[in-house]
């Protein structure tokens, strides 16, 4: 997991255990929102662009020599050159890999170079994750806003396909909400320089998403909403939400999910005999 993320931009340290996966390594706002981008640019590395000075309309310097080459020199070069070493070293494994071939009219097996696009890593240096991947995540971080209980339905008010996360460290320490539409992404964190609490109820839903939706109600004006685009090889499926199988005429509650093609259920929820009694169109509506 930790050698995936880097490849996102990740360089913040990780919790080399199984507690990564809940979430217990912090990261800086520029890497949540870098890789949040990047889920919604199916996939595709995106490269900042640094900001070298602030002035004001006058033209008098704010800020300047903020320091951010050297980050990235110091953080972010050393990690894309080793995932690109990586990449490379496993593509030239890829094409010297022999594949078996089903045995010619002498009964003599040949072999022939595999050609087939590596799953992980991608002849497109650009590329760090599969389109179906990034979509199926975009999917899911859509829910947080388009479900009735998802934690930054706030932002529906936007009228337009939101995908995005609120997040609340232990104690209210700190606010977050990373979101993005399918041509803008942004991220706000809220806090204390120095590590305090918020106050209690001080969640990200609270304290972040609301300058997130006014930040994105400006940045995308009057500019018309557009549906995230679905790549090749997703399937939808309606999933009951209590078993995770495919629903039937007995689910009560029913969400429409997308899968990479092979990996939807095959299962329906609930006892197919069952169902054939209930079924609304196959009972004598003349009983």
């Known amino acids: 997991m930790i050698d995936y993320t880097r490849r996102w931009g990740v360089f913040s340290p990780l919790n080399a255990d199984l507690s990564l996966g809940l979430g217990s390594s912090s990261l800086t706002l520029y890497e949540m929102t870098r890789v949040f981008s990047q889920f919604g640019r199916m996939g595709k590395r995106l490269r900042p662009l640094l900001v070298h000075k602030v002035t004001d309309r006058d033209g008098n310097v704010l800020l300047t020599d903020l320091g951010l080459d050297a980050f990235f020199e110091k953080e972010l070069a050393p990690i894309e050159q080793e995932y690109e070493q990586k990449r490379l070293a496993a593509l030239e494994e890829l094409k010297s890999k022999p594949e078996a071939t089903p045995a010619p009219a002498d009964g003599k097996p040949e072999t022939a170079k595999v050609h087939e696009k590596p799953k992980i890593y991608f002849t497109d240096p650009e590329q760090v994750m599969t389109p179906q991947t990034a979509y199926v995540i975009t999917s899911l971080l859509q ?5 009735d209980g998802g934690t930054a339905a706030r932002a529906r008010s936007l ?20 979101g993005y539409t399918p041509g803008l992404a942004a991220g706000v964190w809220v806090g204390f320089n120095e590590e305090k609490t918020l106050g209690p109820g001080e969640v990200g839903g609270r304290t972040a998403l609301p300058i997130w939706i006014e930040f994105m109600r400006n940045a995308l004006g009057d500019s018309p909403g557009q549906n995230f685009p679905v790549p090749s090889g997703i399937v939808f499926a309606n999933i009951d939400e209590q078993s995770g199988k495919l629903a039937s005429a007995s689910s009560r509650s029913v969400v429409n999910q997308a899968f990479i093609q092979g990996t939807e259920p095959k299962e329906q929820s609930g006892n197919p005999s069952q169902q054939d009694d209930t079924d609304f169109y196959k009972q004598d509506l003349t009983e």
């Not at 829910?143 to 479900?147: F, I, K, L, P, R």
């Open 143 to 147: 829910a947080v806003v388009s479900d």
């Open 159 to 178: 009228g337009r396909p939101v995908a995005g996360k609120t997040g609340t460290t232990n104690g209210y320490i700190d606010g977050w909400f990373v």
